[in-house]
């Protein structure tokens, strides 16, 4: 069974439109976060929710918008995509008992990744 | 500002051999520290960790040395094989518990 599950796995779409990456993780984890990986391969968190509560808020477009409807699933919204939105996106999630701040000694899961193609 | 890096981009190692992988932290509050190794198409998987409490630290064929001292970190793996070629990433976790990521080192094994 997949631990941390994302779709869709590829997602092309033209400039100005709007689509959401769907994360769900299956490891009973209280925290779960979004990360960006570019051309490079240079990974750059944006956001993570623990128990549905936002703790990290990285510089990000606020054309992004997460959306974390229970502890299991943690979605990316992205309105008005623009080319450099284009990268592969990775959804992660962690134990961290409910701690806050969070303790990241547990290490993070990460899925599979969405690669997103703007035109 | 707060900074991972790695000394080498590209790391070719015969099978067989061992291979060392260096990062290079600029936080000194970092206090945990982790390897992720990424294969082609994949997420990052994790290798091994490291709290600031210490200073080495062993698992299957892989060995993590943290120096505070010159603010480094390396990855040692032992008797490469081709599979674990793949690109190896270091973390540091500082600042509000946010993990930050280093630029990556590709591993490349030569059967």
């Known amino acids: 069974d997949t631990a941390v599950s994302q779709t869709p796995k590829y997602l092309v779409t033209q400039m100005g439109n709007d689509k959401s990456i769907k994360c769900e993780q299956n490891?009973?984890?209280?925290?779960m976060y979004w990360y960006k990986q570019d051309s490079k391969k240079f990974l750059k968190i944006m956001f993570s929710?623990?128990?549905?509560?936002?703790?990290i808020n990285e510089t990000v477009p606020n054309r992004f918008s997460p959306k974390s409807p229970d502890k299991a699933h943690l979605n990316l919204h992205i309105n008005s995509l623009e080319l450099g939105d284009s990268a592969v996106y990775f959804c992660?999630?962690?134990?961290?008992?409910?701690?806050?701040?969070?303790?990241?000694?547990?290490?993070?899961?990460f899925g599979p990744g969405t690669r997103l193609t703007v035109l | 500002g707060e900074s991972v890096g790695l000394h080498l981009p590209t790391l070719s190692v015969q099978e067989g051999d061992n291979s060392i992988i260096n990062c290079a932290y600029s936080?000194?509050?970092?206090?945990?520290f982790i390897w992720y190794k990424q294969e082609s198409g994949k997420g990052p998987q994790f290798i091994i960790d490291?709290?600031?409490?210490?200073d080495k630290r062993q698992g299957q064929r892989v060995t993590v040395l943290l120096n505070k001292t010159v603010k480094h970190l390396s990855l040692q793996i032992a008797a490469t094989q081709p599979g674990d070629s793949a690109v190896y990433f270091c973390?540091?976790?500082?600042?509000?518990?946010?993990?930050?990521f280093g630029t990556g080192t590709k591993l490349q094994v030569i059967p």
């Open positions: 936080n000194s509050a970092s206090d945990y």
């Open positions: 490891l009973g984890h209280d925290t």
């Open positions: 973390a540091e976790r500082g600042s509000y518990q946010k993990v930050t």
């Open positions: 929710y623990n128990n549905k509560e936002l703790i």
């Open positions: 490291i709290r600031s409490n210490m």
């Open positions: 992660a999630s962690s134990h961290e008992n409910g701690r806050f701040p969070v303790n990241s000694y547990n290490e993070q899961f």
